[in-house]
């Protein structure tokens, strides 16, 4: 599997680690959200590991949220798949 070398900025403090290529597109248009949720988060400099992990919770959280949308989704369509398989085939 490949992995990609990615730089992230936070207030003059460069992180840099590696993303699996799998993930990479997720990361960068999730990039732009972290960057905002720090942003708005009111913390001293020394804090700035605790403000990225809590916006990577934040990230997380809504990411799991969005699953469980998406299951439910998944579920109604194929309720409805199997509604209309039925009506067809009377």
């Known amino acids: 599997m490949k992995i990609h070398r990615l730089k992230i900025t936070i207030q003059d403090r460069e992180f840099e680690f590696g993303v699996p290529e799998s993930e990479y597109i997720i990361f960068k248009k999730a990039e732009k959200s972290i960057l905002e949720l720090i942003d708005k988060m009111e913390f001293r400099e ?27 989704l998944d579920q109604k369509v194929s309720e409805l798949t199997k509604k209309i398989e039925v009506f067809i085939n009377q």
């Open 46 to 72: 020394h804090m700035l590991d605790n403000a990225i992990l809590n916006a990577a919770l934040g990230i997380a959280k809504e990411n799991e949220n969005l699953k469980e949308q998406t299951k439910e």
